[in-house]
């Protein structure tokens, strides 16, 4: 699945099967390092859906003399 079509939850969920299938040591040396390295797209990708969040969630609650809503 493309990491830019997929939301955050579709991103989380792959990730813990890739998580389950590395833990459980029955895939082959090949298997595990392109596991290992679609997480590492998933997991840069969900840090970033993230991060965009906190942001907007920042701006949202700014109030117009800059301050941070309480």
Known sequence: MDEKKMTYEE???RLS???ASLEDGSATLEESL???EEG???SAFCYE???NARQ???KLTKN???A???
């Open 17 to 19: 099967q890739i998580v």
């Open 11 to 13: 991103a989380m969920a």
């Open 64 to 66: 117009a003399d800059g």
């Open 34 to 36: 392109k596991l290992f």
């Open 49 to 51: 859906t993230l991060s």
């Open 56 to 58: 907007k969630i920042e």
């Open 68 to 70: 941070q809503q309480q």
């Open 40 to 42: 590492a797209k998933l």
